[in-house]
């Protein structure tokens, strides 16, 4: 149980941190020297969550991958595109077209051959 857990989490510190550095990425304002502006990029806040959350996703990806077979682990992390697409309709009010949703219900159907 707490394996299936720790592969939800995986998922979800993936989706936040791409959602992390999509909203740094639309706040970030960079000026000054070259220089300036990698440690402005490094820095920003949200940036650099992201960069925290892909850091703990791959210590439990690393955990996980020691105790359950990558060909069952590797799939399931394919929720992390359903996700994905549930943050880009409710929090950055993107459109997504029908073929959209029809490949998001693959993935599901997928996974859930892949758990069965």
Known sequence: MVKYVLLLT???FLV???TSWKIGLEKLQLH???IQKFF???FSPFIFLGFVLYILATVIWMYLLSKLPL???YPLQSIAYVLALFVGLFL???QIPITRWVGTGIILLGVYLVVR
Do not use: D, H
């Open 10 to 12: 995986n998922i979800l």
């Open 16 to 18: 936040l941190g791409q």
């Open 32 to 34: 000054g020297s070259l």
């Open 40 to 42: 402005q990029f490094v």
């Open 71 to 73: 060909s069952f682990l």
């Open 92 to 94: 950055f009010k993107e």
